[in-house]
C-alpha cells in the first residue's frame, strides 16, 4: 500500500478546520474544500490562530523553531471552493460536513466518481451509520 501524501477535508466548519490543521501539521499536502466562501475564510483564519498556538506549544522557549513549524504547516494547507479539483488527486479524503446521511451519501458518491481508485473515503460523522454511508 502506498503512503497518504495528498488529504482531502470536506468541510471547512469547527471540525474540519481542526482535522486540517492535524493533517497539515503531521506533513501531509491538505486541502480544504468548502462551498462557503465564508466558512472557508473563517476556517482559513481558525488554521492560522492554531498553528500558531501549536508552535507555541512544542517550541515554546525556541520562538525560531515555532516560526518554522508554523511556516511549514501552512505552506502545506491549500483552500477551495471546488470539490472536484480538490479530490483528483486525493490519497485521503475525510468528510466533516453536516450529519445528514443523504447529505453524506450524495457527497461521497461525487467523490467516488472523481478521485482515484485508491483513495481512501472517512467521516467524521458523530451519530450516523456508518454502514448507511
Known sequence: MSSIK???VVGAG???????LVSAATGHSTSVV???AQVLEKARGE???NAARLGRKFFKDDPQAAGALVAETLGRVKYC???EAAVRE????????VENVKIKQELFKKIDEIAPQHTI?????SSLSIVEL
Open 34 to 36: 468548502d462551498l462557503n
Open 6 to 8: 495528498n488529504v482531502v
Open 81 to 83: 471552493a471546488e470539490l
Open 121 to 125: 473515503f472517512v467521516s467524521n460523522t
Open 47 to 49: 488554521i492560522e490562530k
Open 90 to 97: 486525493a490519497d485521503l479524503v475525510i468528510e466533516a460536513i
Open 14 to 20: 469547527t471540525m474540519g478546520s481542526g482535522i486540517a
